[in-house]
C-alpha cells in the first residue's frame, strides 16, 4: 500500500536550519508531484511548497520563500524540505503529500504522510 513517511523534525532554536525527509513507498514516485504542508495548533492546514515530477519547477508560500527549499531524489523515492531561517511562527506538524498535478490545493494531493513536529523556540 501507499506509504509516505516523514521524518527530521524536532525542536530548535530561531535561526537555526533543519531539514525533514519525506520516504514515499506502493506507488510510482517518480509519476507524482510532492508537496509539503503544514499545520500548527488551532490553525488550518497551509501549504508550504511543492516540487514537479522531473525536478525543474518549485513553487512555495510567500512565507517561506527564501528560506525553505525543496528538492527530491527520485532513485531513492525521497522528497526532502531544507528550512533555514527558522521563525517560531514556522512551529507546526508537517506533512509531505503527493499529488498529480502541480497544485497548492490540498484536494489536489491523493497521498499523505502522518507528519512530523517541527518546534521553533524564541
Known amino acids: 500500500q501507499v506509504q509516505l513517511v516523514e521524518s527530521g523534525g524536532g525542536l530548535v532554536q530561531a535561526g537555526d536550519s533543519l531539514r525533514l525527509s519525506c520516504a514515499a513507498s506502493?506507488?510510482?514516485?517518480?509519476?507524482?508531484?510532492m508537496a509539503w504542508f503544514r499545520q500548527a495548533p488551532g490553525k488550518e492546514r497551509e501549504f508550504v511548497g511543492t516540487?514537479?515530477?522531473?525536478?525543474?519547477?518549485?513553487y512555495y508560500a510567500d512565507s517561506v520563500k527564501g528560506r525553505f527549499t525543496i528538492s527530491r531524489d527520485n532513485a531513492k523515492n525521497t522528497v526532502y524540505l531544507q528550512m533555514n531561517s527558522l521563525k517560531p511562527e514556522d512551529s507546526a506538524v508537517y506533512y509531505c503529500?503527493?499529488?498529480?498535478?502541480?497544485?497548492?490545493?490540498?484536494?489536489?494531493?491523493?497521498?499523505w504522510g502522518q507528519g512530523t513536529q517541527v518546534t521553533v523556540s524564541s
Open positions: 506502493g506507488y510510482t514516485f517518480s509519476n507524482y508531484v
Open positions: 516540487i514537479n515530477r522531473s525536478l525543474t519547477t518549485t
Open positions: 503529500a503527493a499529488g498529480r498535478r502541480f497544485r497548492v490545493a490540498e484536494a489536489e494531493y491523493d497521498y
